[in-house]
């Protein structure tokens, strides 16, 4: 049994494609690196093995969610570690390149690794002189390197250029030393696709195509090439970070509205967020609500969808946990939670209002209409349907008022397209449908064949 078997515990948060670790020191206190706001798996995991969070170590100022290291000082008493170049606004150990932690038998050294963030650090963990492994944050992750345009177009490229070198420097620890990487598949902040979420400084030299780039400039058209779209809340999250978020005193709660209370918070501004099934919200929903079912990304869409300055309301299914939406929006920064209609649709009706229905329709039955198409960039160019209308559901809000009427709109399950269809039907468009399915079951029933490759295909 290694180290990591015995004493690193990984916290995925496969919504946002992020592991956070806790470090098991061995006499009762943990080291917790990159943890999130919802601390809920971390305080199970270490009471499950009776540990005091003595330390929060934060890689970077966060983009995509807010830390949950002061939170941590006040639950636990935990020292914060960050980089002293980030200038957050709050007491911290301010630690810079070649730093070192004592903590307590084990060392943990700051290494300065800029790219993905100007003040970024990496954190080696050192038993002597040996290096258990190294936590990596946004730099070198399982066989790609975090995104470097989250300061501004006008940064990204000297970005890259430091994260080729901090990527270099990176490598120039010994083969088997330990990678533990925060950001991983499904991370806005850039992952590629696959399982493995921790490897090795030796496994990427061999497998990472970024470290095989023959030289500074390969390097850096590689790694900006493959940059996408991210959720719009990233342009807030480093700031309120660096401030610090505010520490909660108590569980969050979502308290239960009448519809009379619904109505009223949306005719002054506030907007309905319906969280159960994509199938359910078709039946029936409040008319010019959005559809964002809970699911591990619905944070991911309430932050790219909705501004953090409007009264949120929300409508549940049976069955479905209000905990769990508290946390999912608290933790990227969503704190304007009005409530939930107590009761649910049901209840909607009852008080005699009305409510609006979305066309779910099969393959088959979709056929003749204009396709619309909300997944990524490079969902889209892996294969489309011939013909397709693509806009990103994060830009759809933008390119509403020139979508077609009676478009049916489409992803690959039907629960982005349906968020899709309640931005079209809000900015007038009509006869809007979902597709249940996706691209492949499009094309098999209509007897095509996918496209592949980039296509323009705006309105």
């Not at 493995?196 to 470290?211: D, F």
Request: with cysteine; proline share 5%; charged share 20%.
């Amino acid at each position: 049994m290694g180290f990591a078997d015995d004493h690193l515990i990984p916290l995925v948060d496969r919504g946002l494609g992020n592991s956070a670790y806790l470090v098991d020191l061995g006499d009762g206190r943990a080291l917790a690196v990159d943890a999130g706001r919802d601390l809920r798996a971390l305080h199970t995991a270490a009471r499950g093995r009776g540990l005091t969070v003595a330390y929060a170590a934060d890689t970077h100022l966060h983009a995509d969610f807010l830390s949950g290291a002061l939170q941590l000082r006040h639950d636990h008493g935990a020292a914060v570690l960050a980089s002293a170049a980030g200038h957050r606004a709050f007491d911290h150990q301010g630690l810079a390149d070649g730093d070192e932690v004592d903590l307590g038998g084990l060392t943990l050294r700051a290494l300065a690794t800029p790219g993905h963030t100007d003040e970024h650090l990496s954190f080696l963990l050192l038993d002597g002189d040996r290096e258990l492994g190294v936590f990596t944050g946004g730099s070198l992750i399982v066989n790609s390197a975090a995104r470097t345009d989250l300061l501004g177009p006008d940064r990204t490229e000297e970005l890259a250029r430091a994260q080729y070198h901090s990527l270099r420097r990176l490598t120039e620890l010994p083969d088997e030393t330990a990678v533990w990487p925060t950001h991983g598949a499904g991370s806005f902040c850039s992952a590629p696709p696959g399982k493995e979420r921790t490897s090795t400084i030796g496994a990427q030299k061999r497998a990472n195509p970024l470290l095989a780039a023959p030289d500074e400039d390969t390097f850096v058209r590689r790694l900006t090439a493959g940059l996408g779209t991210y959720p719009a809340y990233f342009d807030r999250l480093a700031e309120a970070n660096r401030r610090g978020p505010a520490v909660l005193t108590g569980t969050p709660l979502l308290p239960e509205l009448s519809a009379e209370q619904v109505r009223a918070l949306t005719a002054a501004g506030g907007r309905v967020v319906d969280a159960r099934p994509a199938v359910e919200y078709a039946a029936g929903h409040i008319p010019g609500s959005l559809s964002i079912a809970l699911r591990s990304q619905f944070a991911t869409w309430l932050g790219w969808l909705l501004p953090d300055t409007a009264p949120l309301v929300f409508v549940t299914g049976e069955g479905q946990d209000p905990g769990e939406i508290v946390w999912q929006a608290y933790k990227i920064g969503y704190e304007r939670l009005a409530g939930r209609l107590a009761g649910g649709m049901p209840a909607w009706l009852a008080d005699g209002n009305e409510q609006a229905t979305t066309a779910f329709v099969s393959a088959e039955r979709a056929g003749g209409r204009p396709y619309v198409d909300v997944r990524q960039e490079s969902e889209f160019t892996a294969g489309h349907v011939p013909g397709a209308l693509h806009v990103e559901l994060g830009a759809l809000d933008r390119a509403a008022a020139d979508a077609p009427n009676g478009a049916v709109v489409a992803c690959r399950h039907g629960e982005r397209a349906m968020t899709g269809a309640g931005l079209l039907e809000r900015a007038g468009r009509t006869g809007i449908a979902v597709l249940d399915g996706g691209p492949a079951d499009y094309a098999a029933a209509h007897g095509q064949d996918l496209v592949r490759g980039p296509e323009d295909t705006r309105p």
